[in-house]
């Protein structure tokens, strides 16, 4: 019970593949209490009621990119809770993905809109709480990453760009939270995981099996990241803010793995 008496609320939730899904079970069985919350579009085609009904939870929809939607959630969040302990970014849209407009030919409009939901949805949430004075000291704030932000795969589309500015806002904002709160903010850099979101990027089945037989451990499962994810809640990680922390069995410092050289040695065969 490493979470019991702490309050938050979990962005993302779709469905039982989602990584915020497993974290808000985990959040749950951990003694935590939150709000769960979507774009209204999203509580629409998803079934996070059921979610709600098995964690005891209160959803209220949140367009993301909408100043009144955010300041109405976190309202609702603190009049039924007072100040919160941990929030999840689990939030993550690119049209052009769904398009599948290359990346040398992307629609501006549309890539406008990925950063604005993705990652600029992140410093308006953290301004949002800060003016409101919505979390307790220590509380702990994260945005889920993957390594695309840091090195080129080219089916990733600007998703790349919008993952590096949440980075780079969790490193910012991070800084004036720490001071003026002592609030932390952090980044998770998973593993590519079987998700809804994740398996319509293209060619990710087979990027799914590379990462794998490059990563020492393996790919890390959503329900490992939700482990992560709470430890990362709670009072044992106090002092870890600004940082980016890569949750991929060991992918991001592999060069090359044996069982990766294996398959490249057959196929020149």
Same mark, same amino acid.
């Given at each position: 019970m490493i979470l019991k008496g *702490?309050?938050?609320?979990?962005?993302? /939730?779709?469905?039982? *593949? !989602?990584? /915020? #899904?497993?974290? +808000?079970? =985990? +959040?749950? +069985?951990e003694g935590a209490e939150f709000i769960l919350s979507n774009a209204p579009i999203a509580l629409r085609m998803g079934t996070i009621n059921e979610l709600a009904a098995k964690t005891n939870s209160e959803v209220v929809a949140c367009d $993301? @990119?909408?100043?009144?939607?955010? &300041? &109405? =959630?976190i309202d609702a969040a603190v009049a039924k809770y007072g100040k919160l302990d941990f $929030? =999840?970014? @689990?939030?993550?849209?690119s049209l052009n993905v769904r398009k599948k407009n290359p990346y040398t030919d992307l629609n501006y409009d549309f890539m406008h809109k990925t950063f604005d939901i993705s990652a600029i949805s992140f410093h308006r949430l953290m301004q949002t709480l800060m003016k409101k004075d919505a979390m307790n000291? #220590?509380? !702990?704030?994260?945005?889920?990453t %993957?390594? +695309?932000s840091q090195r $080129?795969?080219?089916? %990733? &589309?600007?998703m790349a760009e919008a993952k590096a500015l949440l980075e780079s806002f969790a490193r910012s904002f991070g800084y004036h939270y720490g001071v003026s709160k002592k609030v932390r903010v952090n980044t998770i850099s998973q593993s590519p995981t079987m998700t809804t979101a994740g398996s319509g990027v293209g060619g990710f089945d087979a990027f799914y099996t590379y990462a794998d037989k490059m990563s020492p451990l393996g790919n890390a499962s959503a329900e490992a990241c939700a482990q992560y994810c709470v430890s990362l809640f709670s009072d044992y990680t106090r002092y870890v803010t600004m940082q980016n922390l890569y949750h991929d069995?060991?992918? !991001?410092f592999t060069g090359i793995s044996s069982d990766v050289m294996e398959m490249v040695a057959k196929s020149g065969e």
């Open positions: *702490k309050k938050g609320i979990i962005f993302g /939730a779709l469905d039982t *593949k !989602s990584i /915020a #899904w497993k974290v +808000a079970e =985990l +959040a749950h +069985a $993301v @990119s909408q100043d009144e939607d955010m &300041n &109405n =959630l $929030v =999840l970014h @689990s939030i993550g849209m000291e #220590w509380g !702990s704030i994260l945005g889920l %993957y390594i +695309a $080129v795969f080219p089916d %990733y &589309n600007e069995g060991g992918f !991001s």
